[in-house]
């Protein structure tokens, strides 16, 4: 019998278009997987919506809040993620302090945050959760009615973009039924 015992992985990076669920589906995850998992908190610059909570969903920051603490190194990665001026980022001491606590860090971030991470952590793990396609997407995002037209159309253009960057995460998962969803990512995570 081996004795090399399989470490369990210490992060996770998550990414894929806006709508697409992975709110949803890491929330399933984390009740069903047994495992000790944290979700990073990002700061944004963007207006919070009616549902959210300052410190919980993100660290709203203001443009100078924001600037400053990346021009003080806070940052693990930051980018504008729906074209310029709405700036998102995951910070240092949210990794840092999961990790001491011997957690799964889960980082809900988008593609180019993904990669960046994955260079700075190479034994990270990268998922990429896809619609089953676009125009479910649409509706998924249509429904949540939380942006004005215009936002729904960045959204929708950076979604296509980053449909082209799955290929370069280690495991993609079809959100189409989510409780298959849900079992194929726990699958990802222990295997
Ligand atoms: P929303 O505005 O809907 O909360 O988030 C939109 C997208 O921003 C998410 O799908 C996610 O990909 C991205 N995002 C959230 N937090 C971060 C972060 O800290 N860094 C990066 N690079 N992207 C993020």
Known sequence: MSNTKKLRPRLLIVSGPSGV???????????????????????????PRPNEKNGTHYHFLTDKQFQEKRNAGEFLECFEVFGKGIWYGTL??????????????????????????????????????????????????????????EAMQNRLNTAIEELNHAHEFQKRIVNDNLDTAVKQFINAINN
Do not use: H, Y
């Open 21 to 47: 669920g992975k709110g949803t589906l890491l929330k399933r995850v984390a009740a069903e997987s047994g495992l000790p998992i944290v979700m990073s908190v990002s700061a944004t610059t963007r207006t």
């Open 92 to 149: 240092r001491k949210e990794v840092e302090s999961g990790l001491n606590d011997g957690k799964l860090v889960v980082l809900e971030i988008d593609v180019k945050g993904a990669m960046s991470v994955k260079k700075q952590f190479p034994d990270a793990i990268t998922i990429f959760v896809e619609p089953p396609n676009i125009d479910t997407l649409k509706e998924r995002l249509r429904g949540r009615g939380t942006e004005s037209d």
